[in-house]
Nanobody, 123 residues
Framework: QVQLVESGGGLVQAGGSLRLSCAAS????????MGWFRQAPGKEREFVADISWSGGSTSYGDSVKGRFTISRDNAKNTVYLQMNSLKSEDTAVYYCAAGSGRYYSSSYPMRYWGQGTQVTVSS
């Protein structure tokens, strides 16, 4: 069983920046893809970003491209989400997720989830 512990959420003004962290334990971290998702009240869960097992491949949802950056430090079993140029539309609970394969896809979906951390962007 994989455990994910998140930190870094909070309140920030529009145009500001925030960095989320997610520490993983329970299996060989470096062998699996990781990702971030978000969900606002009453809305469907939305894909934000993912990163492959080695960190060599990343992808982003259309709404955050050019503003957010996902990275990982396998020596620390940690994945990060750097969020810049934040907008009020980014307000949501952000969830860290661990994959079931080296790359995130329909064949290898996210299997483990963190507890979520609240990000609120004021305007």
């Amino acid at each position: 069983q994989v455990q994910l512990v998140e930190s870094g959420g909070g309140l920030v003004q529009a145009g500001g920046s925030l960095r989320l962290s997610c520490a993983a334990s329970g299996r060989t971290f470096s062998l699996y893809a990781m990702g971030w998702f978000r969900q606002a009240p009453g809305k469907e869960r939305e894909f934000v970003a993912d990163i492959s097992w080695s960190g060599g491949s990343t992808s982003y949802g259309d709404s955050v491209k050019g503003r957010f950056t996902i990275s990982r430090d396998n020596a620390k079993n940690t994945v990060y989400l750097q969020m810049n140029s934040l907008k009020s539309e980014d307000t949501a609970v952000y969830y860290c997720a661990a994959g079931s394969g080296r790359y995130y896809s329909s064949s290898y979906p996210m299997r483990y989830w963190g507890q979520g951390t609240q990000v609120t962007v004021s305007s």
